[in-house]
């Protein structure tokens, strides 16, 4: 997995004052994912952790979790970077996954590299990043995972779901929004 922070100004940050992390996962051979996490800013909780982890899937496809689901629903700042009221990180940990390869931020590196066109591949591609993904955050493979797909997102949501539940022993809630 590679992080990388070239996507906002040198130094920054990120958005706002909220911690969050982003970065790619290399999912298949010059394929790469792109995820934003935001960490809940739940007071209630010690530490993060003790917070169930939500993945946020965006419709289309084509729309970019990172983008639309973040600033225009549910993300802590509106897409006028001002902060909004009610936003799922009060009280979860919100990771914002652009998929499939090609939408958003996520990208192929070579011009011939595959680009997927059934759920179930797509639903593969999703196991891979999450699994990448915990490698480098155990701590949320000990938290309960909620997977939310809006319109076609929730297509991905569902096999996503359906392929994890397969190969992992993870505390799965899937929750589909359509």
């Not at 917070?51 to 289309?60: A, E």
């Not at 897409?79 to 990180?89: A, F």
């Not at 919100?94 to 997927?116: H, Q, R």
Request: contains cysteine; glycine residues 10%; hydrophobic residues 40%.
């Amino acid at each position: 997995m590679t992080a990388h922070s070239y996507c906002f100004p040198a130094g920054g940050e990120g958005v706002g004052d909220v911690r969050q992390d982003w970065g790619y996962v290399d999912v298949r051979a010059n394929a790469h994912m792109f995820w934003w996490l935001y960490y809940t800013t739940a007071t209630t909780v010690s530490h993060y952790s003790e917070r169930p982890l939500i993945i946020w899937l965006q419709g289309g496809p084509g729309m970019a979790a990172s983008g639309y689901g973040n600033f225009l629903e549910i993300g802590p700042y509106n897409l006028h970077m001002k902060p909004r009221r009610h936003t799922w990180i009060k009280d979860y940990n919100v990771l914002f996954v652009d998929s499939p390869i090609g939408t958003g931020f996520s990208y192929f590196s070579e011009k011939n590299a595959t680009l997927l066109t059934s759920t179930e591949d797509i639903g593969g591609d999703l196991v891979t990043f999450l699994r990448k993904f915990l490698q480098n955050r155990k701590v949320f493979a000990r938290t309960p995972l909620y997977i939310f797909g809006e319109s076609y997102g929730g297509k991905m949501a569902a096999e996503f779901a359906y392929q994890l539940e397969k190969v992992c022993t993870y505390s799965i809630q899937t929750i589909v929004l359509v």
